[in-house]
């Protein structure tokens, strides 16, 4: 009852760059399964009303479909695509952005009892659940709001923090309620993993960033591990690559220096290293981005 219904909202309300009229709130319509594309998760509730998603992140990989949703609780490095979509059924998906200071203020009005406690040892930083009645319908009436704008200002952030409520509440209210608990394992790994984004390019030593986290050594990269499912210089790798592909769609010619942007002193490692996470070579890669962004534009009405 409730798929049907946010199936024709997400239709109505769908735009190219898959932002709304709500904060926080985004709408993806895919009319086609391409080949796996690089990105990073931000800290997200993403719920699919039709068609099929997988996402791989190190050696794991999550799928999920019409009914189930997937949450993220630390921006992290991944390899998606939509498997199952054409134009006559696109893939068809909701995201809500999740705010750490949001679950935190949820989990200090919560009465004794009524939120889970949260365990000591850091949980994956994704994972994927069937999704109850209860979740569906107050994304349902979120994404009424969209027709709604005299309401949406005053209803919007209720709502919104009642979904948080029902995550936290639910199969994976683990995840999420570390998310607002500033000493948890997943708040010092996710202190980590920001500073590895923005030092990607230079060299550490796994003792440094563990120092920085606040853990041992043998605590941090147990708990890096389960979160992430890499270890800190894989992760920083991934980094490395995915910021590589980003620069070559702007700088094609230059693969060398790309590569020495991005922290790489050999230009052979790199490309051997891009060629085995992209499956082509950076130039042959960088070509064949700049032929898919010509026929998208040009194939835009």
Same mark, same amino acid.
């Given at each position: 009852?409730?798929?049907?219904?946010?199936?024709?909202?997400?239709?109505?309300?769908?735009?190219?760059?898959?932002?709304?009229?709500?904060?926080?709130?985004?709408?993806?319509?895919?009319?086609?399964?391409?080949?796996?594309?690089?990105?990073?998760?931000?800290?997200?509730?993403?719920?699919?009303?039709?068609?099929?998603?997988?996402?791989?992140?190190?050696?794991?990989?999550?799928?999920?479909?019409?009914?189930?949703?997937?949450?993220?609780?630390?921006?992290?490095?991944?390899?998606?695509?939509?498997?199952?979509?054409?134009?006559?059924?696109?893939?068809?998906?909701?995201?809500?952005?999740?705010?750490?200071?949001?679950?935190?203020?949820? &989990? +200090?009005? $919560?009465?004794?009892?009524?939120?889970?406690? #949260?365990? %000591?040892?850091?949980?994956?930083?994704?994972?994927? /659940?069937?999704?109850?009645?209860?979740?569906?319908?107050?994304?349902?009436?979120?994404?009424?709001?969209?027709?709604?704008?005299?309401?949406?200002?005053?209803?919007?952030?209720?709502?919104?923090?009642?979904?948080?409520?029902?995550?936290?509440?639910?199969?994976?209210?683990?995840?999420?309620?570390?998310?607002?608990?500033?000493?948890?394992?997943?708040?010092?790994?996710?202190?980590?993993?920001?500073?590895?984004?923005?030092?990607?390019?230079?060299?550490?030593?796994?003792?440094?960033?563990?120092?920085?986290?606040?853990?041992?050594?043998?605590?941090?990269?147990?708990?890096?591990?389960?979160?992430?499912?890499?270890?800190?210089?894989?992760?920083?790798?991934?980094?490395?690559?995915?910021?590589?592909? &980003? +620069?070559? $769609?702007?700088?094609?010619?230059?693969?060398? #220096?790309? %590569?020495?942007?991005?922290?790489?002193?050999?230009? /052979?490692?790199?490309?051997?290293?891009?060629?085995?996470?992209?499956?082509?070579?950076?130039?042959?890669?960088?070509?064949?981005?700049?032929?898919?962004?010509?026929?998208?534009?040009?194939?835009?009405?």
């Amino acid at each position: 009852m409730y798929l049907e219904e946010l199936r024709t909202l997400l239709v109505r309300h769908a735009r190219p760059e898959w932002t709304t009229a709500i904060d926080g709130v985004l709408i993806s319509k895919v009319e086609r399964s391409d080949p796996p594309a690089p990105s990073m998760t931000g800290t997200v509730l993403a719920v699919i009303a039709q068609g099929a998603k997988r996402l791989a992140l190190g050696d794991r990989v999550y799928e999920y479909r019409a009914g189930q949703y997937l949450v993220a609780s630390v921006d992290l490095p991944v390899t998606g695509q939509f498997t199952d979509a054409d134009p006559e059924h696109p893939a068809l998906g909701f995201g809500l952005t999740l705010e750490p200071s949001v679950v935190a203020e949820l &989990l +200090l009005q $919560a009465g004794p009892g009524d939120a889970p406690r #949260a365990g %000591g040892s850091a949980l994956p930083g994704i994972a994927v /659940s069937d999704a109850p009645d209860p979740l569906l319908d107050a994304v349902v009436r979120l994404l009424r709001l969209l027709d709604e704008p005299r309401d949406r200002t005053v209803l919007a952030p209720l709502v919104k923090r009642e979904i948080l409520w029902r995550l936290i509440t639910g199969e994976q209210g683990g995840i999420v309620r570390q998310l607002g608990l500033a000493d948890s394992s997943l708040s010092h790994v996710a202190r980590s993993v920001r500073w590895i984004r923005e030092h990607y390019a230079q060299p550490f030593k796994v003792e440094d960033v563990a120092q920085l986290s606040g853990m041992s050594v043998s605590a941090f990269y147990r708990n890096f591990q389960a979160v992430t499912a890499m270890s800190p210089i894989q992760f920083q790798k991934q980094i490395r690559l995915q910021e590589a592909r &980003l +620069l070559l $769609a702007t700088h094609p010619n230059d693969v060398t #220096a790309v %590569g020495h942007r991005v922290g790489y002193d050999s230009a /052979s490692q790199f490309s051997r290293e891009y060629r085995r996470q992209f499956g082509a070579p950076p130039s042959q890669d960088a070509a064949r981005l700049r032929h898919t962004a010509h026929t998208t534009a040009s194939a835009l009405p």
